[in-house]
Every structure is written in C-alpha cells, then in structure tokens.
C-alpha cells in the first residue's frame, strides 16, 4: 500500500506547479467529489489521484481564524450549499511550492476521511483555494468544544484553589478514564487499517459539548510502518516542548516513544500504545509524565525512554496501583515489553472500571477473595449465618425426628433452601440501603467541612431548644408528628448547647452550619428505599406521617453545640452531645462509623447510628455529623 504522499510520483508529475495543474484539469471532468473513501480492508492510496477542484461558485464562506498548527491554520467557515458551519484546515501559502509538505497534507485529509470511526472527525472534501490556484484546504466537521489539554488545565486550576473539594462529576477521575476508551477506540480501529498517529497528545484530542470525543491531527500519521521525514526544522523553543516537532523525527517530545525519538524505523502501533499510557499518566495524575524547563531534556527523556515518577497534583493523594500498573506497561522501553495492542489496554482500564482484576497487576488469593466479599459484605455474613443455622437444624432434626427421616429432610430442606433465598435476597437489600446511607452521611460531612471552612454564610435565624418550648416562639409548622410521637418542625432544625457553655459564644458557629438544614432535609428524603418520584409539597408529609428511614440528622461540635433536624423540644437541660453514644468514636476514626445500637432518647426506640468525624488540617477533631 502506497502513502498519499506519493500521488506526485504516481501521477508523473515531479514538481509542485505540475501536480497543481493536474488538480486543476481534473475540474472540468468531475465536480463536487469527495475524497473519503468506503473501508472495508487496511487503507490504500487510491489507484488514481483524488480529485479536487476550485469551485466557480464557492461553496465555503471562510469568517474567522480559531487555530494554527504546524503545516497550517484551521477557520471557521459556512457551508454556503448545505447552510451548516464546518472547520476548514487550509496550507500556509509559504508552503505551496514545497511538494513534501503538499503530499503531508493531502495524505492527512486522505487518511483521516478514510478512517471512519465516531471518534475520528470527518473529512467533507478537499479543494484548492479559488483565490490562489496553489493553496490546497480540507473542509471537515465542527467539533464544538475543548480539547483534552484544557479539561486537564481545568481539573488542575480547580484543585489549585481548593485542593479538599471534589472535582465535579464531568472532571472526575472515572469520566477522564471513559474519555481515554473512546480515544483508544479510535487509535485500535487506525491500528486496524494500518495507521499509526505519532502524534498523540492532549491537544489532539477534541471534547465536543455531549461529550462526544475525537483523535484530531493525522498529519504525520505513518501508514503500514514506513519511516518518513520532513523539510521542516526544530524551533529550538521551550514554549514548542508540547507541539509537534517536525525534522528527522517526527512527534512532540512530551508524548514520544523512545524509538520514535531516535528514529527508527520499528515505529508501529506499539508507538502509539506508549504515548497512550504518558497521556493516561496524566489523566491520572493530572501532572505531565515527561516535562522540563529545557528542550533538551525533555528530548533526551524521549530517547531514553524514561518519565517523571507518577505523583498527584495534589500532594499525598493516593494514586490506584492498577492504573500505575497499566502505565508502566504502555511505558515499557522495550515494545515487546508493551501491550501488543490497544484492545488490550482497554480491557485492563475497563477492568479498573469495573473494580475488576487488571491483567498487568494480577490479584493475590486473599486479595481476590477479599474483592469478592468487599463486594458482598452484607451477603457474606447471611450465608454464614444460614449455614449455621441449617447445621443447627439439621442436628436437631435428626435428634428428635429420627423414625421420620427421610420425607421431614426433604420438607425441612426445602423450607431452608427457601429461607436461605428470602435471607440472601433480604441481605442484599441491606447491602445496598447501608451503601447508600454511607453515602448520604459522607456527603453531610463533606458539606459540614465546607461551612466549617467559611465557604458559605449565614441562612437564617438559629432557633434553640428552650423556643420549641414556648408556643409563643415555636415555629408555625411545630405540630404533632404521628411517626415520631411528638411536635417536630421540618421547616427548623433546632440547636442545642452543652451544660455550662456560654450560648454567646456558639452564635457565630451556629450562624455558619445553619445552611445544614437543607442538607438535612435532602438527606432524609433522599435516605427512602422507594426512589419514585415525589412532588415537593408532599415531601413533608412523607417524612412526618408515613417516615423515612434516616429519622434524625444532626451534628456535634467539640465546642458543645448541637444542631439537629427535624427541630423539638424534647432535649433535657443536662444533654451534652458530647456524652453520647454516637459521639464517642475511636481514636483516629476516619470515614462512616456505623454504631451499635441504642435506645433513642426521644422515644424512636433502638437506632444505629452512621457517624462520621469531622477533623481540622491539623488532625483534630471538630466535631461528628
């Protein structure tokens, strides 16, 4: 198989004005053709040059320039035939008497139009520019968007202004994982057809606003491993250290294998499949796997095939072994060393996905028994129990029953086997409450750490307990509950201070987790193991006639204020949350403590309570939600 570059020398023509003119003889004969082709087999140069014509009417309308890369700069344009906006990448006009950069940039539209992947951008056709008769363009599809660079640059400006706060969902580290598939998706499916990119990068990847994905900038992409250089030279910038470098080698430093680097010719997917895993080094860590102040070192990186330890942007945050693991795969300074093909290395990050195994990093037998029951903690301990139960049963049976053995066996096991059903399914159950409970009770931390931290203010005025006493103070909604047996108020929580504390004092605080409240009231509705939907105006209704599982919310702070919800009055003058139960953790305790049970003091019988600690940067505690 020919590469598009070599049309010049299939057609006869020698030199850039011969192959120009050719363009434009073919106009007459043919209009409007694409130059993408079906693939049903690796790519192929066409057997005869592509077609590509001036317009006598043109058909893009070019409005405003939005980038500018190596071989040329990419415009905004209307589609006047079809009415839609399409990006146009059009050669720099220096660069058309060059036929080595001529050939570079038909073969980049040619492959990319000829690879067709959902995550590779289609190609419309390609055309020389009307004005010039000399400059080629390629129209293709608008991708509205980002690139992977800035949504890395995003995730490390958040974490730089507040390291402890979560990213959002769209940055977090499993929606950077899914982005890394779909880019694998479409390098495998190149590797398919017998194109290797070379050129892998953040900024080649395009985020449209759906969160569709697309490997950008095919333009020294190398088909069926032919070595090829370039006229171009080397910058000699820093500032270039993450641009593509053009020259003997082809490829930015920041990403390149080590035998791209020293320019052999073994450059294959194995390439492809190393700079994979320096860009998967930075999803994960959100730092640059090879960077220096100095070209030089970064180049000399490259060719040595060495790369910065893998290290978080934020400093001590654990990193996932399995995800190290499959890095220091993809980065092996040997390619047979490396994955022998990216649908290899998605299967492991899939894995990682899944909380599976990953072949590169192979789990333990305690390791691989203790997955499988840290899966199913709850499911484990009701098989044991029902074990234990029908030996007992068993045992007894035979004791008592022995003239009847055989039809009481076969009723007896037949009413454990259902039992045994009925448990297993009802354990899962909990499982799954008790999961989503934890998670309800470290997002009230999170949020009491938020406020504690002054990142939010006042919400409104704090009533204290003495208040619900006096129907003169008590707020309008305080009325008998029938699920808790005495008046509460959903519209206030109520606070509470320790005896021999001075109230004075706790105002301020208070004033700052007052917004709690709304948490709270979020956290019980959210708590109900019917997730149907429910109006608003019947929420209150749910919580306070029929119930919810989670039937108090409340924090305790070192200082002896408590802030509870749903507001009452039915605290003692004596109550010190400091004293209770729910308060009293180990030392050192980190994330949800589920309690033992206790009797509730107001009248809710035996409770289990999930706590969890609230602590300062300095490791001491603040309080417990």
């Not at 020398?9 to 079906?38: C, H, K, P, W």
């Not at 390149?256 to 999803?283: N, R, T």
Request: aromatic share 8%; glycine share 6%; charged share 25%.
């Amino acid at each position: 198989m020919e590469e598009a570059g070599s049309l010049v020398r299939e057609t006869g023509l020698e030199d850039i004005d011969s192959f120009i003119s050719f363009l434009m003889q073919e106009e007459d004969s043919e209009r409007n053709e694409y130059v993408r082709a079906e693939l049903t087999a690796p790519l192929a140069a066409p057997a005869q040059p592509p077609k590509i014509h001036p317009k006598d009417d043109e058909q893009y309308l070019e409005l405003n320039s939005i980038a500018e890369g190596g071989m040329g700069e990419i415009w905004l344009a209307k589609d006047l035939k079809l009415g839609r906006k399409v990006a146009i990448k059009t050669m720099r006009s220096a660069d058309t008497d060059s036929p080595r950069v001529v050939q570079r940039f038909v073969r980049e539209a040619q492959i990319t139009a000829q690879l067709d992947h959902p995550n590779v951008v289609p190609v419309y056709n390609l055309e020389i520019v009307k004005k010039s008769d000399r400059q080629l363009r390629f129209a293709m599809k608008l991708v509205q968007g980002r690139t992977l660079k800035d949504v890395l640059l995003a995730c490390r400006a958040r974490l730089r202004d507040n390291p402890k706060r979560p990213l959002p969902p769209r940055l977090a580290l499993n929606a950077r994982l899914e982005i890394f598939l779909k880019i694998c998706e479409a390098v495998a499916y190149a590797h398919s057809k017998g194109v290797v990119h070379r050129d892998l990068k953040p900024a080649n990847v395009m985020i449209g606003e759906f969160g569709e994905v697309y490997v950008m900038d095919w333009g020294i992409a190398k088909v069926r491993g032919k070595l090829e250089t370039s006229d171009f030279k080397h910058t000699g910038s820093v500032s270039k250290l993450e641009h593509t470098q053009h020259g003997a080698v082809l490829g930015t430093p920041t990403y390149m294998a080590p035998e791209q680097a020293a320019g052999l010719e073994s450059v294959g997917p194995h390439s492809d499949i190393y700079s994979l895993g320096l860009i998967l080094q930075e999803l994960v860590t959100l730092n640059r796997a090879r960077w220096a102040q100095d070209r030089s070192v970064v180049e000399a990186m490259a060719i040595e095939g060495t790369r910065l330890p893998p290290t978080h942007f934020v400093e001590g945050r654990r990193l996932p072994p399995e995800l190290l693991a499959i890095v220091s795969h993809c980065a092996e300074v040997e390619p047979s060393s490396r994955y022998q093909s990216v649908t290899h290395l998605m299967g492991d990050v899939r894995a990682y996905l899944r909380d599976d195994e990953v072949s590169v990093l192979p789990d333990s037998a305690i390791k691989r028994v203790w997955r499988v029951m840290n899966r199913h903690r709850q499911l484990t301990m009701a098989a044991l129990f029902s074990v234990v139960t029908f030996a007992v049963l068993v045992v007894a049976w035979g004791l008592a029953r022995e003239n009847d053995a055989i039809e009481t066996a076969r009723w007896r096991e037949g009413q454990i086997t259902s039992l045994m059903a009925d448990v297993s399914a009802h354990a899962h159950r909990i499982d799954v409450q008790f999961h989503r409970l934890a998670d309800i009770a470290k997002h009230l931390a999170d949020t009491a750490m938020f406020l504690l931290d002054g990142h939010e203010g006042y919400d409104r005025e704090p009533l204290w307990w003495e208040q619900f006493t006096d129907p003169a103070s008590a707020p309008t909604d305080f009325a008998m509950s029938p699920v808790y047996g005495i008046p509460i108020s959903l519209d206030h929580p109520v606070a509470k201070a320790a005896p021999g504390v001075n109230r004075a004092e706790l105002v301020p605080l208070l004033e700052r987790i007052s917004p709690l409240a709304r948490s709270f009231r979020e956290a019980m509705f959210e708590s109900r193991v019917d997730r149907e939907w429910v109006p608003p105006e019947e929420r209150d209704h749910l919580i306070s006639e029929i119930g919810v599982p989670i039937r108090w919310t409340y924090i305790g702070l070192e200082q002896g204020l408590m802030f509870s919800y749903p507001g009452k009055a039915t605290y003692a003058a004596s109550y010190d949350p400091r004293q209770r139960p729910w308060y009293q953790l180990p030392e050192n305790s980190r994330g949800v403590v589920w309690g033992a049970p206790y009797l509730d003091t107001h009248g809710q019988g035996a409770v289990i309570p999930a706590s969890v600690p609230l602590y300062d940067e300095q490791g001491q505690r603040l309080g417990v939600v």
